[in-house]
């Protein structure tokens, strides 16, 4: 596909059904044994208000879950986000406790390149689609170098 015209295409024309319904979804109560559980299989999880809803409050990717295994280097009396969140600590016991609450989000009628500079300003690869606070798929890089491949 040409650059040009892919960059020009909504996102609602080239996202396909298996990012919509294979989507990584846990509660924002999960717990850390199925976050892990989850994390075995994709490198990220998108974080919902509840169990059946679709409404996205969060992300935890791979990286969180390296942070939480790593030995702490803070002290147990630290305290912040960042600090204060351990499994050796006890401190992180659910998804709310470890995930990314400010989200770069896009929409279906946002356009591809538009999509694009938006992960290249914010060093992401992954957007998740976003209608009335709902997550309704995901756009990924990997899925862009398909496109523009021809292989999708």
């Known amino acids: 596909m040409d650059l040009k015209e892919l960059h020009q295409k909504k996102i609602k ?9 294979n989507l990584p ?9 199925t976050i892990f559980s989850v994390l075995t299989g994709r490198d990220h999880i998108w974080i919902v208000d ?20 790593a030995p702490s280097r803070v002290p147990k009396y630290a305290f912040g986000w960042r600090h ?3 499994l050796q600590y006890g401190t992180a ?9 400010q989200l770069c989000i896009c929409s279906l009628d ?4 538009r999509v694009l500079s938006r ?3 914010a060093g992401l690869r992954r957007l998740p689609v976003v209608e009335k606070d709902e997550i309704v798929g995901e756009i ?3 899925y862009i170098l398909q496109l523009t491949l021809g292989k999708v």
């Not at 709310?96 to 609450?101: A, E, G, L, P, T």
């Open 110 to 113: 946002d356009t591809v390149g």
């Open 25 to 33: 979804l846990v509660s924002k109560d999960a717990g850390i044994n």
């Open 140 to 142: 990924a890089v990997h």
């Open 84 to 86: 204060g969140i351990s």
């Open 50 to 69: 509840k169990k059946g809803s679709k409404k996205l409050v969060g992300l935890i990717t791979e990286s969180d879950a390296l942070k939480l295994l």
């Open 93 to 101: 016991k659910t998804a709310s406790d470890i995930m990314h609450k």
């Open 13 to 21: 024309e080239v996202l396909n059904e298996r990012h919509i319904l």
């Open 119 to 121: 992960m290249v300003n």
